[in-house]
C-alpha cells in the first residue's frame, strides 16, 4: 500500500510570532480531523513537514510545542521538517506509514474490557468533542490573568526547564499554600493554562504554586514523581522565604496531577530528607485522578508514558501505596465521567480509608472530565478545598 499524505493549510493575517503560532494551531486541528477522517491514529505521522515565510515558525520552540501537544498529546512524528515557502501561509504535510494489521480478536485487559474499550473509557478527550476549545479557552484566560496579578514567574525548583512554578504571594505572610498539578495525560499542558482556576483562594488570602513538571515521552512518569517531590521539598523549607505557612500545604491535582499529587501524599519525606515531618502535606484535592496505571499502559498511548509493564505500573500507582498519616483527602470526579474514573476515586478511597481518619469521595453534578474544573474557581471544588484549611 503506498504511504498517505496528508495536507493542512491556514492563511497569515500578518507575518508576526503570535499570528504564526494561531495559524499553526488551527492547521494542527485540521491536521487532526484529516486524521480522523481517513481512519488513521496521530501515531501513523512518520514525517511532517511545517511551511512558513521564511520558515520563521520553528515547531521545536517551546510555544510551538505547547500547540502541538494541545491538539496531539505526546504523539509525534520521527521526523519534523521545516521549509521556507513564499505564500503568505502556515502549511503542514505528514506522511503516514503503512496501517497495523487488523486484530482480530482483542483480549481482554482490565475489568473485562479489551485495549480498545480501555482506550475508550480512559480516554477524556474523545468524551468532549468540544475539548479542543476548551483548552483554547483556558490558554487565553490564563494568560489574562497572568498579565492582571501580582505573580512571579517560571521560578526554578530544579535544573531542567520544564522545573518551574509561578507563584502568586499572599497579602499577609504565614499565609496558608496551595500547591496545583495540572493534568494532561502526563504528556501536555502548562501551568499558565491554569492560574485563573485559582482566583478563589487568591481572594481567600492564599500563597499559591503552579507547578510545571517534566512531560512524557521526553521524560517518564517516574521522572515526572520526581519532579513534584523536589518541588515540594523546594517549597516547605523556603517557606519564610515564601511568606507560607508550611504547617498549612494542601495540594491539588486534576487528572494526571491527581496522580502526581496522590504520589506526593503518600511519599516517605524523611528518607528524602531527615528534616522534614511524615506528613508535609495537611491536605489535599485530588480531581478526576488516575490512581491504578495498570489499565492506563493498555492505551493507545501507554508506550509514551515509561510504563512497560505490570510491574512498573503497580509500582508508580499510589493505589497501592500507603498515605501520609494525618493527611485530610476529598476525591473528587465530574458526574458525566466514565464508569472507569469513578472506580479510580472510589477505590482510593477504600484502599486508604482505614488509614486515615477524614476521607471523602464525591462527585460535582452535571460535569465531565474538564468542566469540572470550573467550579475550582467558585462552586463545588473551591468549597471542598477551603473545608479543609
Known amino acids: 500500500m503506498a504511504m498517505m499524505i496528508l495536507r493542512a493549510e491556514e492563511p497569515l493575517v500578518e507575518d508576526t510570532a503570535e499570528a504564526r503560532e494561531a495559524a499553526y494551531r488551527k492547521a494542527l486541528v485540521t491536521l487532526l480531523e484529516h486524521l480522523k477522517n481517513a481512519g488513521r491514529s ?66 481482554i485487559v482490565w475489568h473485562g474490557l479489551t485495549a480498545s474499550q480501555v482506550n475508550s473509557a480512559y480516554s477524556a478527550r474523545s468524551a468532549v468533542p468540544d475539548h479542543l476549545d476548551i483548552f483554547q479557552s483556558w490558554r487565553e484566560a490564563g494568560e489574562r490573568f497572568l498579565a492582571a496579578h501580582d505573580v512571579q514567574r517560571d521560578l526554578p525548583y530544579g535544573e531542567a526547564t520544564e522545573q518551574r512554578f509561578d507563584f502568586f504571594p ?38 499559591v504554586a503552579v507547578l510545571n513538571y517534566r512531560l512524557c515521552p521526553e521524560a517518564t512518569i517516574a521522572d515526572q514523581i520526581q519532579d513534584v517531590r523536589t518541588a515540594l521539598c523546594h517549597l516547605w523549607n523556603q517557606s519564610r522565604y ?117 476521607v471523602e469521595v464525591f462527585s460535582v453534578p452535571g460535569t465531565h472530565h474538564f468542566s469540572v474544573m470550573e467550579t475550582l474557581s467558585g462552586g463545588d471544588l473551591l468549597t471542598a478545598s477551603l473545608s479543609m484549611s
Open 170 to 207: 499572599a497579602p499577609e505572610p504565614e499565609a496558608p499554600l496551595l500547591i496545583f498539578i495540572h493534568g494532561g495525560y502526563w504528556q501536555s499542558m502548562d501551568k499558565a493554562e491554569h492560574s485563573q482556576l485559582l482566583a478563589g483562594h487568591l481572594e481567600e488570602g492564599w500563597a
Open 242 to 358: 515564601y511568606g507560607i505557612d508550611r504547617a498549612r500545604i494542601q495540594v491539588i491535582g486534576h487528572s494526571a496531577g491527581g496522580h502526581l499529587g496522590a504520589c506526593l501524599v503518600s511519599t516517605d519525606w524523611q528518607a528524602l530528607d531527615p528534616a522534614m515531618p511524615l506528613t508535609p502535606i495537611q491536605s489535599a484535592l485530588l480531581i478526576s485522578g488516575l490512581f491504578e496505571l495498570e489499565p492506563v499502559r493498555h492505551m493507545s498511548f501507554g508506550a509514551l508514558l515509561g510504563v512497560p509493564n505490570a510491574e512498573t505500573a503497580r509500582a508508580l500507582s499510589p493505589l497501592h501505596a500507603t498515605p501520609n498519616p494525618g493527611l485530610r483527602l476529598r476525591l473528587a470526579v465530574g458526574e458525566l465521567e466514565s464508569a472507569e474514573f469513578h472506580w479510580q476515586s472510589r477505590e482510593l478511597v477504600r484502599r486508604w480509608r482505614g488509614r486515615l481518619v477524614d
Open 42 to 107: 496521530p501515531v501513523a505521522m512518520e514525517v511532517l513537514k511545517v511551511g512558513s515565510p521564511g520558515s520563521r515558525l520553528n515547531p521545536c520552540t517551546w510555544a510551538s510545542d505547547r500547540l502541538w501537544r494541545e491538539v496531539f498529546g505526546g504523539f509525534k512524528p520521527a521526523g519534523f521538517t521545516v521549509e521556507a515557502i513564499e505564500e503568505a501561509c502556515i502549511t503542514l504535510v505528514a506522511t503516514l506509514g503503512e496501517p497495523p494489521p487488523p486484530i482480530p480478536d482483542e483480549r
